[in-house]
């Protein structure tokens, strides 16, 4: 059962979203997958990591993430290897190979490689848009920014959530938080029956998710759509709704 605090983080995070303006909902265009997955270093809390997760969510694009928060030690050290630095995405394309450190650059490849277009002015960085996705992340009070002792789980887990979703944003945070890898699989809108939450979508009646996309190849594995979805290989567990997924990544991985 979801407490109080829970219900208030979830307001926060609504509030988040909206003060960027939702950015990071629909798919703008379904990109195919690429052969070799994309690697991103990442922290959650940093507004210019999240408006490469905004562009990755707009094409549909699943990347393996590698959470990098202030004083973690399991993955930050690599991405300084390679160029990278705290609060700061690195992004590894080994289809290019294209290794790049710069947000605007990240966004631009996405969408000229993925998309064969120029990034649409939504979702180009600039000074305005950053000290939007910074009072967004203030508005979250630091979360997904800062690293706590936790175990290391022997393979990546799995997310399925798409950027602005308020819900999967407290997850993404924990799992920053901790220090856990995870393939994020980017399951954005992609037509007018998607829009509002799973029980109470915007149109009325069976749900009938867009022919060939996403979502439909996830409703019939698993019978609904609804994010956030966690699978964790290490221990069999899968998972719907945020409060119960937090809650095992504290009870499974925290120390």
Excluded at 24 to 39: E, R
Excluded at 72 to 82: D, V
Excluded at 234 to 247: K, R, V
């Amino acid at each position: 059962m979801p407490t109080l605090a829970h219900h208030a983080s979830v307001a926060g995070s609504t509030l988040s979203s909206t003060l960027s303006g939702w950015r990071g909902t629909s798919v703008l265009h379904a990109a195919t997958q690429p052969p070799k997955p994309l690697s991103l270093y990442d922290m959650e809390g940093s507004p210019t990591c999240r408006s490469v997760r905004e562009a990755l969510t707009a094409l549909g694009l699943d990347v393996q993430i590698w959470p990098c928060p202030q004083g973690g030690q399991r993955f930050a050290p690599k991405a300084q290897s390679l160029g990278g630095t705290t609060g700061q995405p690195l992004l590894l394309d080994p289809n290019g190979p294209v290794t790049l450190s710069d947000a605007a650059a990240i966004i631009e490849h996405l969408f000229r490689h993925y998309a064969q277009r120029a990034t649409p002015r939504a979702y180009r960085v600039g000074a305005g848009s950053t000290a939007l996705a910074t009072a967004a992340g203030l508005l979250r009070r630091q979360r997904g920014t800062r690293a706590r002792p936790s175990r290391a789980p022997a393979k990546p887990l799995a997310l399925w959530s798409f950027e602005s979703s308020p819900f999967s944003r407290l997850v993404r945070e924990r799992l920053t938080e901790l220090e856990l890898p995870y393939t994020l699989h980017n399951l954005g809108k992609e037509q007018l029956a998607d829009m509002g939450p799973a029980a109470m979508r915007v149109r009325p009646g069976p749900y009938h998710p867009k022919p060939g996309g996403k979502r439909e190849q996830l409703l019939a594995r698993l019978g609904r759509v609804q994010v956030p979805y966690l699978e964790d290989p290490n221990t069999g567990t899968s998972l719907f709704e945020s409060a119960a997924i937090i809650d095992y990544l504290e009870q499974t991985y925290a120390r």
